[in-house]
T-cell receptor, first 111, second 113 residues
Framework: TQLLEQSPQFLSIQEGENLTVYCNSSSVFSSLQWYRQEPGEGPVLLVTVVTGGEVKKLKRLTFQFGDARKDSSLHITAAQPGDTGLYLC???????????FGAGTILRVKS | KAGVTQTPRYLIKTRGQQVTLSCSPI?????VSWYQQTPGQGLQFLFE???????NKGNFPGRFSGRQFSNSRSEMNVSTLELGDSALYLCASSLGDLKNIQYFGAGTRLSVL
């Protein structure tokens, strides 16, 4: 069982559509991070959310941290083919840089 | 500012061999973490080194080991390779502070035949 459950596992949408990816846990996290990974590359950090209820916007991407700091969501408005990739949520487990990752959401945006 | 550099990018080994992977962190970063990524298990934490000391360890067998040098560069070693060790091995560097912002390298793709 994953400590961080991501859904959906796979999304295939048309350019211009909106989508939401969810990251849920039964555990409380001090922060959650979202990464995007493209084939053959390492994950690239998109955002870190720290405060319960926090909302952060990065152009067409909106990230939200749940009030109880157990869940997070990523919403993309008007998706573009360049948004295609693997989206990962991650949270720190203990002191130091031990991150636990969700299984990821594969997003494919068709033009 | 140069990013995280991992070498080599690709490796092919046979069962029973050993392998050493290298990671050069971002200048000024003192923490290096290693992760294994496979289609079945996703990204899993191997270990973290901070100032040449292992600070955290994941649930991997003792065949997986690492070290960090005084210049913060890190190496990861896998001995007695098994087919299941085939994976993308990712290195991430950070300042090592509580903000925990990690920057990943492009990874080393290891194939064990």
């Amino acid at each position: 069982t994953q400590l961080l459950e991501q859904s959906p596992q796979f999304l295939s949408i048309q350019e211009g559509e909106n989508l939401t990816v969810y990251c849920n846990s039964s555990s409380v996290f001090s922060s959650l991070q979202w990464y995007r990974q493209e084939p053959g590359e390492g994950p690239v950090l998109l955002v870190t959310v720290v405060t319960g209820g926090e909302v952060k916007k990065l152009k067409r991407l909106t990230f939200q941290f749940g009030d109880a700091r157990k869940d997070s969501s990523l919403h993309i408005t008007a998706a573009q083919p360049g948004d295609t990739g693997l989206y990962l949520c991650a949270g720190p487990l203990e002191y130091g840089n031990k991150l636990v990752f969700g299984a990821g959401t594969i997003l494919r945006v068709k033009s | 500012k140069a990013g995280v550099t991992q070498t080599p990018r690709y490796l092919i080994k046979t069962r029973g061999q050993q392998v050493t992977l290298s990671c050069s962190p971002i200048s000024g970063h003192r923490s290096v973490s290693w992760y294994q990524q496979t289609p079945g298990q996703g990204l899993q934490f191997l270990f973290e080194y901070f100032s040449e000391t292992q600070r955290n360890k994941g649930n991997f067998p003792g065949r997986f080991s690492g070290r960090q040098f005084s210049n913060s560069r890190s190496e990861m070693n896998v001995s007695t390779l098994e087919l299941g060790d085939s994976a993308l091995y990712l290195c991430a560097s950070s300042l090592g502070d509580l903000k925990n912002i990690q920057y990943f390298g492009a990874g080393t793709r290891l194939s064990v035949l």
